[in-house]
Protein backbone atom coordinates (compact mmCIF):
# COMPACT_ATOMS: atom_id res chain seq x y z
CA UNK A 1 0.00 0.00 0.00
CA UNK A 2 2.71 2.15 1.05
CA UNK A 3 4.96 1.62 -2.05
CA UNK A 4 1.81 2.33 -4.57
CA UNK A 5 1.30 5.47 -2.38
CA UNK A 6 4.99 6.71 -3.34
CA UNK A 7 5.29 5.26 -6.96
CA UNK A 8 1.63 7.57 -7.43
CA UNK A 9 3.24 10.37 -6.31
CA UNK A 10 6.38 10.38 -8.17
CA UNK A 11 4.03 9.31 -11.18
CA UNK A 12 2.48 12.38 -10.21
CA UNK A 13 5.27 14.81 -10.31
CA UNK A 14 6.69 13.08 -12.81
CA UNK A 15 3.58 13.71 -15.18
CA UNK A 16 3.88 17.55 -13.86
CA UNK A 17 7.50 18.10 -14.51
CA UNK A 18 7.66 16.33 -18.30
CA UNK A 19 4.87 19.20 -18.87
CA UNK A 20 7.02 21.69 -17.52
CA UNK A 21 9.90 21.25 -19.05
CA UNK A 22 8.55 20.01 -22.46
CA UNK A 23 10.33 16.30 -21.50
CA UNK A 24 9.56 13.36 -24.01
CA UNK A 25 10.80 9.73 -21.54
CA UNK A 26 11.93 7.90 -23.85
CA UNK A 27 12.43 3.77 -22.56
CA UNK A 28 13.78 0.45 -23.98
CA UNK A 29 11.71 -2.78 -24.10
CA UNK A 30 14.30 -3.85 -21.63
CA UNK A 31 13.60 -1.41 -18.95
CA UNK A 32 11.82 -2.11 -15.30
CA UNK A 33 7.98 -2.65 -16.08
CA UNK A 34 7.41 0.77 -14.16
CA UNK A 35 9.37 2.67 -16.47
CA UNK A 36 8.10 1.06 -19.20
CA UNK A 37 4.85 2.45 -17.95
CA UNK A 38 5.37 5.97 -17.54
CA UNK A 39 7.04 6.44 -21.17
CA UNK A 40 5.87 8.36 -23.92
CA UNK A 41 7.76 6.04 -26.13
CA UNK A 42 8.59 2.14 -25.58
CA UNK A 43 10.92 0.69 -29.11
CA UNK A 44 13.65 -1.10 -29.71
CA UNK A 45 17.17 0.81 -30.19
CA UNK A 46 16.19 0.88 -33.76
CA UNK A 47 12.51 2.74 -33.09
CA UNK A 48 13.78 4.67 -30.15
CA UNK A 49 16.84 6.53 -32.39
CA UNK A 50 14.17 7.01 -34.55
CA UNK A 51 12.32 8.91 -31.79
CA UNK A 52 15.03 10.64 -30.80
CA UNK A 53 15.72 12.26 -34.11
CA UNK A 54 12.09 13.29 -34.98
CA UNK A 55 10.91 14.63 -31.38
CA UNK A 56 9.89 18.47 -31.24
CA UNK A 57 10.17 18.17 -27.20
CA UNK A 58 13.27 20.11 -25.78
CA UNK A 59 14.40 17.66 -23.01
CA UNK A 60 14.77 13.60 -23.90
CA UNK A 61 15.01 11.46 -20.75
CA UNK A 62 16.49 8.58 -22.24
CA UNK A 63 15.13 5.38 -19.72
CA UNK A 64 18.09 2.80 -21.34
CA UNK A 65 21.63 2.57 -21.70
CA UNK A 66 24.61 5.47 -22.23
CA UNK A 67 25.01 4.93 -26.15
CA UNK A 68 21.26 5.05 -26.42
CA UNK A 69 21.17 8.49 -24.76
CA UNK A 70 24.75 9.35 -26.49
CA UNK A 71 23.00 8.37 -30.62
CA UNK A 72 19.98 10.80 -29.47
CA UNK A 73 22.57 13.76 -28.40
CA UNK A 74 24.42 13.24 -31.87
CA UNK A 75 20.97 13.18 -33.98
CA UNK A 76 19.19 16.12 -32.03
CA UNK A 77 22.09 18.32 -30.63
CA UNK A 78 19.62 21.47 -29.99
CA UNK A 79 17.95 19.22 -27.17
CA UNK A 80 18.98 18.76 -23.21
CA UNK A 81 19.19 14.49 -23.28
CA UNK A 82 19.52 12.92 -19.87
CA UNK A 83 20.44 9.68 -19.01
CA UNK A 84 18.81 8.96 -15.32
CA UNK A 85 21.68 6.73 -14.08
CA UNK A 86 24.50 7.68 -15.24
CA UNK A 87 26.44 4.17 -14.49
CA UNK A 88 24.32 2.62 -16.93
CA UNK A 89 26.44 1.32 -19.41
CA UNK A 90 26.76 -1.55 -22.24
CA UNK A 91 29.73 -3.45 -21.91
CA UNK A 92 29.38 -4.53 -25.29
CA UNK A 93 29.81 -0.97 -26.50
CA UNK A 94 32.73 -1.04 -24.51
CA UNK A 95 34.20 -3.71 -26.65
CA UNK A 96 35.92 -1.79 -29.04
CA UNK A 97 38.68 0.91 -28.13
CA UNK A 98 38.54 3.38 -30.87
CA UNK A 99 42.26 2.95 -31.56
CA UNK A 100 42.00 -0.29 -31.96
CA UNK A 101 39.76 0.02 -34.39
CA UNK A 102 41.92 3.07 -36.54
CA UNK A 103 44.61 0.11 -36.42
CA UNK A 104 42.34 -2.36 -38.04
CA UNK A 105 41.24 -0.08 -40.29
CA UNK A 106 44.53 0.59 -41.63
CA UNK A 107 45.23 -2.99 -41.98
CA UNK A 108 42.74 -3.08 -44.46
CA UNK A 109 42.32 -0.05 -46.68
CA UNK A 110 38.99 0.61 -48.51
CA UNK A 111 37.12 -1.99 -45.64
CA UNK A 112 32.78 -0.33 -44.91
CA UNK A 113 32.79 -0.47 -41.30
CA UNK A 114 29.35 -1.61 -40.03
CA UNK A 115 28.54 -0.53 -36.46
CA UNK A 116 26.16 -1.74 -34.43
CA UNK A 117 24.33 1.43 -32.47
CA UNK A 118 25.67 -0.53 -29.12
CA UNK A 119 28.99 1.53 -29.63
CA UNK A 120 30.42 4.78 -28.58
CA UNK A 121 30.46 8.19 -30.44
CA UNK A 122 33.81 7.99 -30.96
CA UNK A 123 33.69 4.49 -32.33
CA UNK A 124 30.54 5.44 -34.73
CA UNK A 125 32.99 8.30 -35.73
CA UNK A 126 35.00 5.72 -37.56
CA UNK A 127 32.32 3.96 -38.89
CA UNK A 128 30.44 3.76 -42.23
CA UNK A 129 27.34 3.15 -41.19
CA UNK A 130 25.22 2.20 -38.24
CA UNK A 131 22.58 -0.76 -37.75
CA UNK A 132 20.69 -1.80 -35.63
CA UNK A 133 19.49 -5.54 -34.89
CA UNK A 134 16.33 -4.38 -36.98
CA UNK A 135 18.12 -3.15 -39.59
CA UNK A 136 21.05 -4.66 -40.05
CA UNK A 137 20.25 -7.14 -43.17
CA UNK A 138 19.37 -4.09 -45.29
CA UNK A 139 22.08 -1.89 -44.17
CA UNK A 140 24.71 -4.76 -45.03
CA UNK A 141 22.43 -5.36 -48.29
CA UNK A 142 22.91 -1.23 -49.15
CA UNK A 143 26.91 -1.71 -49.45
CA UNK A 144 27.56 -3.19 -52.79
CA UNK A 145 30.45 -5.39 -52.80
CA UNK A 146 32.58 -3.89 -50.35
CA UNK A 147 34.95 -5.76 -47.92
CA UNK A 148 32.60 -5.31 -44.50
CA UNK A 149 34.04 -5.14 -41.13
CA UNK A 150 30.99 -5.52 -38.69
CA UNK A 151 31.64 -4.67 -35.11
CA UNK A 152 31.48 -5.00 -32.19
CA UNK A 153 28.95 -7.28 -31.94
CA UNK A 154 30.42 -11.47 -33.41
CA UNK A 155 26.77 -13.17 -32.99
CA UNK A 156 24.64 -10.40 -34.93
CA UNK A 157 27.39 -10.19 -37.37
CA UNK A 158 27.38 -14.04 -38.05
CA UNK A 159 23.80 -13.76 -38.03
CA UNK A 160 24.15 -11.14 -40.82
CA UNK A 161 26.58 -13.11 -42.82
CA UNK A 162 24.68 -16.13 -43.20
CA UNK A 163 21.43 -14.03 -43.84
CA UNK A 164 23.39 -11.87 -46.44
CA UNK A 165 25.68 -15.18 -47.66
CA UNK A 166 28.45 -12.45 -47.78
CA UNK A 167 31.61 -12.64 -45.78
CA UNK A 168 31.63 -10.16 -43.15
CA UNK A 169 34.85 -10.01 -40.65
CA UNK A 170 34.05 -9.96 -37.22
CA UNK A 171 34.94 -8.02 -33.84
CA UNK A 172 35.34 -10.17 -30.93
CA UNK A 173 33.03 -8.72 -28.95
CA UNK A 174 29.15 -9.70 -27.06
CA UNK A 175 26.50 -8.63 -25.32
CA UNK A 176 26.92 -10.73 -21.56
CA UNK A 177 23.52 -11.12 -21.78
CA UNK A 178 22.79 -12.97 -24.80
CA UNK A 179 25.86 -14.83 -24.98
CA UNK A 180 24.97 -16.48 -21.67
CA UNK A 181 22.00 -18.62 -23.22
CA UNK A 182 23.11 -21.57 -24.32
CA UNK A 183 21.92 -24.27 -26.77
CA UNK A 184 21.49 -26.72 -23.71
CA UNK A 185 18.90 -23.86 -22.42
CA UNK A 186 16.58 -24.49 -25.72
CA UNK A 187 17.18 -27.85 -26.12
CA UNK A 188 15.98 -28.45 -22.42
CA UNK A 189 12.94 -25.69 -22.61
CA UNK A 190 11.77 -27.28 -25.84
CA UNK A 191 11.30 -31.07 -24.34
CA UNK A 192 9.57 -28.85 -21.27
CA UNK A 193 7.18 -26.78 -23.25
CA UNK A 194 7.20 -29.16 -26.82
CA UNK A 195 4.45 -27.07 -28.14
CA UNK A 196 6.14 -23.49 -27.78
CA UNK A 197 8.06 -21.89 -30.61
CA UNK A 198 11.37 -20.72 -29.74
CA UNK A 199 12.45 -16.76 -30.65
CA UNK A 200 15.22 -15.58 -30.11
CA UNK A 201 17.48 -12.78 -30.52
CA UNK A 202 20.44 -12.57 -32.88
CA UNK A 203 23.12 -11.30 -29.96
CA UNK A 204 23.07 -14.97 -29.09
CA UNK A 205 25.34 -17.17 -29.72
CA UNK A 206 24.81 -19.11 -33.75
CA UNK A 207 24.20 -22.50 -32.06
CA UNK A 208 21.23 -20.63 -30.63
CA UNK A 209 19.78 -18.74 -32.96
CA UNK A 210 20.27 -21.80 -35.57
CA UNK A 211 17.70 -23.80 -33.21
CA UNK A 212 15.03 -20.92 -33.29
CA UNK A 213 11.59 -20.58 -35.28
CA UNK A 214 12.02 -17.20 -35.04
CA UNK A 215 15.23 -14.64 -34.82
CA UNK A 216 15.07 -11.12 -34.58
CA UNK A 217 15.14 -7.65 -32.64
CA UNK A 218 13.22 -7.04 -29.67
CA UNK A 219 10.34 -4.94 -31.88
CA UNK A 220 10.52 -8.16 -34.61
CA UNK A 221 9.94 -10.93 -31.65
CA UNK A 222 7.57 -9.24 -30.33
CA UNK A 223 5.39 -8.66 -33.50
CA UNK A 224 5.96 -12.03 -34.30
CA UNK A 225 4.11 -13.33 -31.28
CA UNK A 226 1.78 -10.62 -31.64
CA UNK A 227 0.86 -11.72 -35.31
CA UNK A 228 1.63 -15.65 -34.79
CA UNK A 229 -1.30 -18.05 -34.39
CA UNK A 230 0.70 -19.98 -31.82
CA UNK A 231 0.09 -19.55 -27.80
CA UNK A 232 2.53 -20.33 -26.59
CA UNK A 233 6.56 -19.24 -26.91
CA UNK A 234 10.08 -19.71 -25.40
CA UNK A 235 11.43 -16.36 -25.41
CA UNK A 236 15.80 -16.15 -26.00
CA UNK A 237 16.55 -12.05 -25.24
CA UNK A 238 16.22 -10.10 -22.23
CA UNK A 239 13.58 -10.14 -19.83
CA UNK A 240 12.26 -6.97 -19.66
CA UNK A 241 10.69 -7.70 -23.14
CA UNK A 242 8.00 -9.91 -21.02
CA UNK A 243 6.23 -6.79 -20.40
CA UNK A 244 5.12 -5.88 -23.29
CA UNK A 245 4.50 -9.86 -24.48
CA UNK A 246 2.04 -9.33 -21.74
CA UNK A 247 0.43 -6.30 -22.48
CA UNK A 248 0.07 -7.62 -26.28
CA UNK A 249 -0.97 -10.96 -25.97
CA UNK A 250 -2.51 -11.61 -22.59
CA UNK A 251 -3.95 -14.65 -23.71
CA UNK A 252 -0.60 -16.36 -24.56
CA UNK A 253 2.31 -17.73 -22.25
CA UNK A 254 5.77 -16.93 -22.30
CA UNK A 255 8.26 -18.87 -20.86
CA UNK A 256 12.16 -17.44 -20.80
CA UNK A 257 14.93 -19.64 -22.25
CA UNK A 258 17.03 -19.09 -19.15
CA UNK A 259 16.11 -17.23 -15.61
CA UNK A 260 19.21 -15.26 -16.31
CA UNK A 261 18.81 -13.29 -18.94
CA UNK A 262 18.86 -10.14 -17.43
CA UNK A 263 21.18 -6.61 -18.33
CA UNK A 264 21.57 -5.73 -15.21
CA UNK A 265 22.56 -2.11 -16.62
CA UNK A 266 19.40 -1.95 -18.30
CA UNK A 267 17.69 -1.92 -14.72
CA UNK A 268 19.40 0.44 -13.01
CA UNK A 269 16.61 3.15 -13.85
CA UNK A 270 13.84 3.90 -11.49
CA UNK A 271 10.61 6.30 -10.86
CA UNK A 272 12.96 8.22 -8.19
CA UNK A 273 15.85 8.14 -11.07
CA UNK A 274 13.40 9.96 -13.67
CA UNK A 275 12.52 12.49 -11.32
CA UNK A 276 15.58 13.76 -10.59
CA UNK A 277 16.65 13.84 -13.95
CA UNK A 278 13.23 15.68 -15.08
CA UNK A 279 14.03 17.81 -11.83
CA UNK A 280 17.30 18.42 -12.70
CA UNK A 281 18.03 18.13 -16.33
CA UNK A 282 20.73 15.73 -15.19
CA UNK A 283 23.16 13.97 -15.88
CA UNK A 284 23.29 15.23 -18.83
CA UNK A 285 24.64 13.29 -21.83
CA UNK A 286 26.44 15.54 -24.36
CA UNK A 287 29.24 14.94 -27.11
CA UNK A 288 31.87 16.98 -28.35
CA UNK A 289 31.12 18.75 -31.55
CA UNK A 290 34.43 17.45 -33.33
CA UNK A 291 32.92 13.48 -32.74
CA UNK A 292 29.21 14.69 -33.59
CA UNK A 293 30.24 16.14 -36.81
CA UNK A 294 32.14 12.83 -37.74
CA UNK A 295 29.77 10.24 -36.13
CA UNK A 296 26.29 11.62 -37.01
CA UNK A 297 27.31 10.68 -41.00
CA UNK A 298 26.82 6.68 -40.07
CA UNK A 299 23.90 7.07 -37.53
CA UNK A 300 21.86 9.38 -40.65
CA UNK A 301 22.96 6.61 -43.23
CA UNK A 302 21.34 3.83 -41.28
CA UNK A 303 17.83 6.37 -40.70
CA UNK A 304 18.19 6.60 -44.33
CA UNK A 305 18.32 2.96 -45.01
CA UNK A 306 14.64 1.68 -45.84
P1 LIG B 1 17.38 -4.14 -29.99
O1 LIG B 1 16.72 -3.10 -29.20
O2 LIG B 1 17.77 -3.62 -31.34
O3 LIG B 1 16.61 -5.41 -30.10
O4 LIG B 1 18.76 -4.47 -29.27
C1 LIG B 1 18.81 -5.16 -28.10
C2 LIG B 1 19.80 -4.66 -27.14
O5 LIG B 1 20.55 -5.41 -26.59
C3 LIG B 1 19.80 -3.25 -26.82
O6 LIG B 1 20.82 -3.01 -25.93
FE1 LIG C 1 24.35 -4.06 -23.84
FE2 LIG C 1 23.36 -6.53 -23.86
FE3 LIG C 1 22.54 -4.85 -22.00
FE4 LIG C 1 21.81 -4.51 -24.55
S1 LIG C 1 21.25 -6.22 -23.22
S2 LIG C 1 22.55 -2.95 -23.14
S3 LIG C 1 23.66 -5.21 -25.62
S4 LIG C 1 24.64 -5.62 -22.26
Redesign the pocket.
Known amino acids: MNNEYTNNQLINEINALRKEKNAVILA ?3 QPGEIQDIADFVG ?3 QLAQQAAATDADVIVFCG ?1 HFMAESAAILSPDKVVVLPDPQAG ?1 PMADMVEPNRLREEKAKHPGIKVVCYV ?1 SSAEVKAESDICC ?3 NAEKVVDSLGNDDILFIPDGNLGRYIAAKTKRAIQFWPGF ?1 PT ?1 HRLAQTDILNKRKEFPKAKVLV ?1 P ?1 CREEVWQEADYVG ?3 GIIQYAVNSPDQEFIIGT ?1 CGILHELSKRCPRKKFHMASEYMICPNMKKVNLEKVRYSLRNLEPIVSVSDEIRKKSISALEKMLAVK
Open positions: HYYDSLVCNTSSCHHESTAE
